[in-house]
């Protein structure tokens, strides 16, 4: 340590000492600049750069020896031998690029150390092949310990020096390199230096082939600082354009891994050029190594483990010659229980590029889509479209030897479940309703919900009428059996209409239409049992329609009108009341009866609308008759499950100004078969509003006494179908008596309806009738002949 101090403090001159410093700083700035260039390039670019980089490394360590042997004392006497100086100058530029060589292409820690000790090794080569150039009158000996150390120091600090250099390519890593480069060089230069021992020999002469120190060292510094500025501005050019690639291959790369989508580039002879970690994760080859694989070899792999179905050539073939071609293609492949969609898109110059989009999700998604558009979404039955289609496959299934029945079902009165259990307990009826349909109806038989309360069946079979047959009756059997839904008791029943195929259609819409018309017969029949189509219902199903149709626009032209018939105390004889009985003046039929269209307007819902209309004017009218003339108006069920009745009925009075001990309503036993609870308490509201309720065509339901007993109607209406037969029928006469005979016990006036004659009319008078009405007094009549009604007791003629 003392021999390498005196040496430096000693025998340099400081200035020149200073001066290689410097050489040796610039040269390994720019050798670790040239370090980074070479480690960033592939292929030939990165052996250019290391053969740069070992050249300039090397001129710059020849160039520090040879500057800071001019500043050497004791050398200044001698001069050096030209080839082995040169030899010196190989050596450096040979081992160290050995030594780059092996430290740039290789990322393990080991290798990159081992090429910076072997850069090591070269700055000793070049050190002692120089000092062996030297020729002075004096013997060179050397101190065997300090030489070691010399050397052991320039392989240890160059090996740091590239070590932290291939650690990260930044500022701070360069400067650490470059001082540890510098160190490596000049560390072992002052301790060799250290080690010399000269011994003055005068017989020791210098040879021809020689050049003095000085102007060797200044020609090789000036030679060497200019390769190093050559090398340094050269690298800090392309560290630039590499910072701006490496900034577009950052962005490049985030793009890459951040895609949803796998991608791979593919060669022209298949092999991987570039791929992103989502391709790598889809097709399971993470832990593989791709890059510079061909897809054939990967594919063998996968099949031999079983990973991959197929001939693993005739694929990639395919896929050569695909992208070969120009031709892009898109297939869907099932992998490890994924759906991918891969797209191969051919590259110019050959090879092509394929994406991996897993759409399993999406896939899953487009069949529930498909699902639901298809099917109903409560009872997970058909809906229309699917049974459409299925209708159409089931006829050409058919063919000519086989017949198809069409089943529409209708549940009978499912509105009224709904509207007084609420919807919940209605879809649920409607799930089992279905889930007996698909129990009853054989396996290869289609059921449907075609919307609300409707469902339909295809059957295809043999002899298919008594097929079908035998299936409606089981169904209106299974349908009808009780269902118990949250603690309630529900019964419903079902009507069905049937068409056959190919007598009653060949097509599914006909088929559909003529089971809808049977289905209209069905329900018009009494309901809970089924028809089969018949020619002649279409017919008059198209009246319907048209009578339908005419009603609308009736009530848009305002074609109705409200008659009056009277209604007589039979004890005083004077009209009490005048009963409201509709009228439809049709501007080309004339006026037609109640009768033919009240049924419709009950189907189609337009009797709440003309139920509104002839109480409006019903009591508009009344309140201008005497006040002591009363109105009755005929309230439909379909009227009673209208939650407006009540605000209709208030309207009409305070509108009006009628009292509403003035008006009466007028329901039948039907009225109280629907939900009784809720029409009695409607019932209860309309009397507490002090309007009167009568119950019409009394004696032609079923349980009409029990109906007196569960509310306290105003009146009780005999029907005309007594009336008219007291002359002929002893019973009617007994029926007569025996309403009179409760009316008077629970203190409810009777009239009796239909009253033609005066017979009929001393008959009734006689059992203690309250009142009477009736042609014999006078049919009905429009609002204007009221009055004339009120003065003359009786008006035969028809108005
Ligand atoms: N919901 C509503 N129903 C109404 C309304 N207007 C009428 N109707 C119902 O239509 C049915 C037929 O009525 P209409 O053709 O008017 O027949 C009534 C009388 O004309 C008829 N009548 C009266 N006296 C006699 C008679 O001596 N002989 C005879 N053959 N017929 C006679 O009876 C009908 C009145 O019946 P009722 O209502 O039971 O008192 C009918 O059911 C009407 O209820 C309406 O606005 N809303």
Known sequence: MY???????????????????????????????????????????????????????????????????????????????????????????????????????????????????????????????????????????????????????????????????????????????????????????????????????????????????????????????????????????????????????????????????????????????????????????????????????????????????????????????????????????????????????????????????????????????????????????????????????????AGSNNQLAVLCLDLDHFKDINDSLGHPIGDALLKEVGRRLKATVGEHDTVARLGGDEFAVVQIGRSEEAAARALAGRLVEVISAPYEIDDHQIVIGVSIGISLAPQDGTNPDELLKNADLALYRAKADGRGTYRFFETGMDARAQARRLLEMDLRAALQRDEFQAYYQPIRDVASDRVVAFEALLRWNHPHRGLISPINFIPLAEETGLIIQLGELVLRQACSDAATWPNDIGVAVNLSPVQFKNPNLIASVTEALEKSGLAARRLELEITESVLLQNSEATLTTLHELRAMGVRISLDDFGTGYSSLSYLRSFPFDKIKIDRSFVSELATREDSVAIIRAVTGLGRSLGIVTTAEGVESDAQLELLRREGCTQAQGYLFSQPRPASDVAMMLERPRLRASA
């Open 3 to 397: 021999q390498v101090l005196y040496c430096l403090t000693d025998q340099h001159d400081w200035r020149l000492v200073a001066l290689g410093g410097a050489v040796c700083l610039l040269a390994s700035a720019a050798a670790i600049s040239l370090f980074h260039r070479a480690r960033a390039a592939q292929g030939t670019a990165r052996l250019v750069w290391i053969t740069l980089d070992a050249v300039v490394s090397g001129c710059g360590i020849w160039a520090t020896h040879f500057i800071a042997m001019l500043a050497y004392g004791p050398g200044t006497g001698g001069a050096y031998n030209i080839p082995v100086t040169l030899l010196s100058l190989i050596f450096a530029i040979s081992v160290t690029f050995v030594g780059l060589s092996i430290a740039v292409s290789s990322t393990r820690t080991l290798w990159v150390v081992l090429g910076g000790a072997i850069v090591g090794g070269g700055v000793a080569a070049m050190h002692y092949t120089g000092m062996a150039a030297l020729e002075i009158p004096a013997r060179v000996d050397w101190v065997e310990g300090t030489v070691i150390v010399s050397v052991v120091l320039g392989i240890v600090f160059a090996a740091l020096a590239l070590f932290v250099a291939a650690r990260r390519d930044d500022l701070s890593h360069a400067i650490s390199a470059t001082a540890l480069l510098t160190l490596a060089i000049v560390a072992h230069h002052f301790t060799a230096m250290g080690a010399v021992v000269l011994t003055p020999d005068p017989t020791l002469a210098i040879s021809g082939l020689s050049i003095p120190p000085a102007s060797m060292s200044f020609l090789t510094a000036s030679a060497a600082i200019a390769i190093i500025a050559i090398a340094l501005v050269s690298a800090l050019l392309d560290r630039r354009a590499k910072g701006e690639l490496g900034r577009q291959q950052v962005v490049l790369d985030t793009a890459l891994e951040n895609m949803s989508q796998g991608l791979c580039m593919f060669d022209a002879d298949g092999k991987i050029i570039l791929f992103n970690e989502r391709y790598a994760a889809m097709l399971r080859r993470s832990d593989m190594q791709l890059i510079g694989r061909v897809l054939l070899d990967i594919l063998r792999e996968e099949a031999a483990k079983g990973q991959w179905n197929g001939d693993p050539e005739q694929f990639f073939a395919r896929l050569v010659e695909d992208a070969r071609e120009g031709r892009t293609t898109t297939d869907v492949v099932r992998r490890f229980d994924r759906s991918i969609r891969v797209v191969n898109q051919p590259m110019q110059g050959g090879g092509w590029v394929a994406t991996f989009e897993d759409i399993t999700e999406w896939l899953e998604a487009q069949a529930k889509i498909s699902h639901m558009a298809r099917h109903d979404a409560l009872t997970n039955l058909p809906n229309r479209v699917l049974f459409h289609e299925q209708l159409e496959q089931g006829l050409r299934r």
